[in-house]
């Protein structure tokens, strides 16, 4: 069993960043691809990126090139360093850890466990 608490939403301006955080408990972190998924309100979740067990990183095209996942397994946490945010990037944002994973995928049933999500409000 692993609990995900996710913290570091807020509300920003349009052009601003956010760092999210995303601490783990349990002592086998470093065993678990991680993902961070999002969902507005009205809309379906949608996957924003992921981390492999080995740092290799997958992004949604929508956030390429603002967005930075990273995961530090000595602090059993994964960050996601938002930049130039837009106000479509408003959503709640949860984390997801998938046991035993090689692949930072982007699919939601590859994860077996959630967090219960951030909010982010982005204003124009």
């Known amino acids: 069993q692993v609990q995900l608490i996710e913290s570091g939403g807020g509300l920003v301006q349009a052009g601003g960043s956010l760092r999210l955080s995303c601490a783990a408990s349990g002592r086998t972190f470093s065993a678990y691809a991680m993902g961070w998924f999002r969902q507005a309100p009205g809309k379906e979740r949608e996957f924003v990126a992921a981390?492999?067990?080995?740092?290799?990183?997958n992004y949604a095209d929508s956030v390429k090139g603002r967005f930075t996942i990273s995961r530090d397994d000595t602090q059993n946490t994964v960050y996601l360093q938002m930049n130039s945010l837009k106000p479509e990037d408003t959503a709640v944002y949860s984390c997801?850890?998938?046991?035993?994973?090689?692949?930072?995928?982007?699919?939601?049933?590859?994860?077996?466990?959630w967090g219960q999500g951030t909010q982010v409000t982005v204003s124009s």
């Open positions: 981390v492999s067990r080995s740092g290799r990183s």
């Open positions: 997801a850890a998938g046991w035993g994973s090689w692949y930072a995928s982007g699919a939601e049933g590859d994860y077996d466990y």
